[in-house]
């Protein structure tokens, strides 16, 4: 009659309620939390839910472990880690606020590897470049080689925090970039572009121009943002599923 609860959405819901507790301050830097037997009890769910929530705060740096001593808050958890729910992108609308976001970021990044970019650095971008069209001819989808290709131009900053932003962000739009590029192989016209925007992103960090780089960066990421949500209006015309993460 009733669809049981499945155990992993009971983890979630406590650990999600102990974060609340660390941010607000009732369990501040330092500070035991309480044992499993009452956690256990103040919840109403089994230890073993509670020690998976706390599992998890623990891999996040948020608690740790002191041997004979329970459970405790660690210092760096009033530090609030950067967290995106893969339940909050699981619409095109969502995927492509991401998008927007990462747009500012590839702007600057594609800036700053045009100041900054070593002849070491630009053979690595151009290597990237050159992998993407052999990811395609060889039958692949070439998202791999697409994110190396935006990975190639971070690393020429030599900013190790743009590297880390990217790669954050660049995740939660995997499964929309394959979605994208599977669905571009009816949509020659999509390929081409993609391919003269990734050119002329290239050719301006070869010149050295960083105005001209932040520009073609720019544009790439509108026309992905407007090829994702034509694809999507192509897909919703035919009776299909959006072309969003959750496709």
Known sequence: MFQKIPARALTDSVAEQLLEKIED?????????????VLSEEFGVSRTVIRE?????????????????????????????????YTDVGTLESVLQIVELR????????????????????????AALAR??????????????????????????????????????????ETAT???????????????????????IVAAIRAGDPDAARNAAQNHMYNAARRLSQLGEDDSAAGHQPAGPSH
């Open 25 to 37: 301050g009732m369990f501040p830097r330092g500070a035991k939390l309480p044992t499993e037997a």
């Open 132 to 173: 993407i069209d052999a990811e395609v001819a060889a039958g692949g989808d070439g998202v791999d080689a697409d994110v190396g290709f935006h990975r190639a131009i971070a690393e020429a900053t030599g900013n190790p925090y743009f590297l880390k932003t990217l790669a954050f962000l660049s995740q939660y739009l």
């Open 178 to 200: 394959r979605v994208t590029r599977t669905n571009e192989a009816r949509r020659e016209d999509f390929s081409r572009q993609v391919r003269e925007e990734h050119q002329a």
């Open 103 to 126: 747009r500012s970021i590839e702007a600057e990044v594609a800036a700053q590897a045009a100041r900054r970019r070593t002849d070491a650095t630009m053979a690595n971008i151009d």
């Open 53 to 85: 929530a706390i599992a998890r705060l623990k891999y996040e740096g948020l608690v740790e472990s002191r041997q004979g001593s329970g459970v405790f808050v660690t210092e760096q958890a009033g530090i609030r880690p950067l967290r995106i729910d």
